[in-house]
């Protein structure tokens, strides 16, 4: 039987240790559900402290939904796991998200910074009843863990997250890259070009005309030759990129001012409190900045993986976004001349005001695709 939170119309706030197991999962990963408590009852009055607290939307129609006894590969919508995978980097924990069918085709959710699988809390289920969705934090947010000695640079990222989906036996798949999801599943899709059968770009950059130089010449600064990673530049960007305003910023930046409204203002504060509050988690992301350096220099043989494959891309870009510009959308075309573009009226975190618009058409785009 699966064991559910006491369901309510309204938020809960809850803490990160209160778990509740709720079935024997696939591959020997655990699975998990949130449940209530009285410390969650009393916790919902204070909608203010999210430095102890993580906020889950519970729908009663589809996040607690009880599994068929005669469908034994039914994921509740959604459940979250966390999986221990050996690597050569070590013994990492990922925490992930999971709903939908298992026989149905996977698609692979990639978050950005400085979010978690929790950015894509609204699509999953406007996706789980067509398809088998996996969103997994990556090493260096939300609930993943990795060790103490880890090198956070996206090639180890892509380590982690490949030896996950190996022990997840997920050899075909769709990959939504967004953020820092691009660097990663572009690695994946050199790698194992086999294993996409379809790339969703939601501001997920792969050209160099796709840089938003405002947003980007500060990070750019920590890969100067003379000076690389610096303390006085790291201290720089310390000062808004790592902090709330900085994240309020990505949230509601090139956002319609009558769709502001529409962008969940707790979101930020997540994303602060779970990943960027403490010098250590500050380091972490700092390290990530500096690189970034290594991925434009993927660029070429990523375009070059494009024209030989001809790999079926959806891009659903925030037009307002000042972190990657539209060029890097429409630049697709170059390569890929059958790509669908399309350039939304919304910022960078665009599924905060467009995820209906966005989920229609993935779902339109992936009926055309072989898995």
Known sequence: MVKRAHARNKQLL?????????????KASWS????SSPETDKAISQEHNCRNWIQISVSLKSTYTAMSPHDQDYTPSPSYHDL?????????????IEAGSVPKPTVLLLHGFPSSS??????????SDSYHVLAPDLPGFGLTKVPEDFVYTFDALTTIITAWLLALNITRYAVYIFDYGAPVGLRLALQNPDHIAAIISQNGNAYDSGFGQPFWEPIMALWNETNPNSEADRD???KFYLQIGGTDYQYTTGVPEGDL?????VAAQIDYYLNLEGRRKQDIQLDLFYDYRNTPPLYPKVQEYFRKSQVPLLAAWGKGDPVFIPPGAEDFK???????????DAG????????????????????????
């Open 14 to 26: 809850l803490t990160q240790d209160d778990y509740s197991t709720v079935r024997e999962p696939r």
């Open 32 to 35: 998990v559900l949130w449940r």
């Open 84 to 96: 221990v995978v050996d690597t050569s980097l070590g013994n990492a924990s990922v925490h992930y």
């Open 118 to 127: 929790n950015q894509f809390r609204d699509l999953i289920p406007l996706l």
């Open 236 to 238: 720089a960007l310390r």
């Open 261 to 265: 409204k529409l962008v969940n203002p």
């Open 334 to 344: 170059k390569d890929l001349p059958d790509a669908e573009i399309h350039l939304l």
């Open 348 to 371: 960078h975190f665009a599924l905060e005001t467009k995820r209906w618009e966005i989920a229609a058409l993935i779902k339109k785009f992936l009926k055309t695709v072989k898995f």
